[in-house]
């Protein structure tokens, strides 16, 4: 009897510690299946191009891209690559990196995101000490409004020095992509054909600048917004057209109140999916 008590306290003891188990993501692959943090890196490390899908304000997003980007130093050579950085920066962001300036000149010089101090320094500053490329692969965001208020023809009147900092015109386009026709569903009465022209412009220059800085044998990590990446189209689709053969990975992040079984709507949207928490802080 003594014995049968016993064990009964034991198995509520333990459903009751399960039931406050509090875990702050999972990481989940395209099917819905739990995957290791190890798991995911030894995958993605085979791979030439790895796409970091973050949600912006998220906190575990940018801490995993920072673990990505040691641990895979240690085993690869890597390049580094982010939206959160303009073409036309690129300048004063290799001069930081070099030595040139310091954090504040490049502050001054650089359209730095109001979340870089505590999202995207860290990354920054690992390249810096490691001496990594860190390619600033988006397109100056005055010229993806001038699409969104005139379209693609726009761009064609700008000088040819101020085209460098772009794809290659006339950018290929197709507005039938499932994701620029989501676009259109979210903004609704606001959702315009130039709004989602807009968006391919970031994607394409993103895509032309990952392949224009890869190098052979090397990895070249690239952190953007999920949407860019999401359902292997936006930046990618662009990439495939160049280079149908490339070996690539995404990732992309989500939030759920229950991160213990992915939810249908996330499934297939990357080959490896960080559920987060949705009572987790953000940071901003």
């Known amino acids: 009897m003594k014995q049968l008590l016993l064990s009964v306290f034991l198995i509520l003891f333990t459903l009751s510690s399960f039931s406050q188990k509090k875990e702050s993501h999972v990481i989940y692959n395209a099917k819905g299946k739990k995957v290791s ?12 191009i790895i796409l970091f899908g973050e949600s912006h304000n998220n906190p575990i997003s940018h801490w995993l891209q920072y673990e990505v980007t040691t641990d895979l130093n240690n085993t690869n050579q890597l390049i580094l690559g982010a939206e959160m950085f303009e073409a036309d920066n690129q300048e004063a962001l290799n001069d930081y990196l ?25 990354l920054v500053n690992f390249a810096k000490k490691n001496k990594l490329t860190f390619v600033a692969t988006n397109i100056p965001r005055r010229y993806a409004s001038m699409v969104h208020k005139n379209g693609f023809s726009i761009l064609d009147s700008l000088p040819s020095k101020e085209k460098e900092w772009m794809a290659p015109l006339p950018m290929p386009f197709d507005p039938e992509i499932e994701t620029y026709k989501n676009i259109l569903k979210l903004m609704g009465d606001h959702g315009t054909p130039e709004l989602v022209m807009a968006q391919a412009t970031k994607d394409a220059t993103m895509a032309y600048f990952i392949l224009k800085n890869l190098k052979v044998n090397h990895t070249l990590l690239h952190f953007n917004g999920s949407f860019h990446s999401n359902y292997y189209e936006g930046i990618l689709w662009y990439i495939k057209r160049e280079r149908p053969n490339i070996k690539y990975a995404t990732i992309t992040t989500v939030s759920q109140e229950n991160v213990h079984k992915l939810l ?21």
């Open 98 to 122: 070099s030595g040139k300036i310091d954090a504040k000149a490049l502050d001054t010089l650089a359209r730095l995101w109001r979340n870089y101090k505590t999202d995207y320094a860290p």
């Open 264 to 284: 249908e709507e996330h499934k297939n949207k990357a080959d490896f999916i960080i559920c987060v928490n949705s009572n987790m802080t953000t940071t901003y």
């Open 37 to 48: 943090y190890k798991k995911m890196l030894k995958t993605i490390a085979k791979k030439d």
